[in-house]
């Protein structure tokens, strides 16, 4: 069945950097696109990144030049690299798939700014 997994958020200072991985199994990773979304306390859940099969990305306007989304179909694997991180960003990032009928999500991880 198809599974993702999320890891690499954690606290992290204002102005500084964290990369996010999500790893897939159990689908044909590299015939789909691959998003991010994030949800912060009491706030719906929101779309930040995109990246279509060929490579071509699409950015929440908040995050634009900041986070750049990538993947690497070899490793079945979508990254979100965060540059200048600001405490707006804190929330649970999750990544997402649509496969056949159905969207598929990870567990999410946590992203705290803070200093």
């Known amino acids: 069945q198809v599974q993702l997994v999320e890891s690499g958020g954690g606290l992290v200072q204002p102005g500084g950097s964290l990369r996010l991985s999500c790893a897939a199994s159990?689908?044909?990773?590299?015939?789909?696109?691959m998003k991010w979304y994030r949800q912060a306390p009491g706030k719906q859940r929101e779309l930040v990144a995109r990246?279509?099969?060929?490579?071509?990305?699409n950015y929440a306007d908040s995050v634009k030049g900041r986070f750049t989304i990538s993947r690497d179909n070899a490793q079945r694997t979508v990254y979100l690299q965060m540059n200048s991180l600001n405490p707006e960003d804190t929330a649970v990032y999750y990544c997402?798939?649509?496969?056949?009928?159905?969207?598929?999500w990870g567990q999410g991880t946590q992203v705290t700014v803070s200093s």
């Open positions: 990246i279509s099969v060929g490579g071509a990305t």
């Open positions: 997402n798939a649509y496969v056949g009928v159905k969207d598929f």
């Open positions: 159990g689908y044909a990773f590299g015939a789909y696109a």
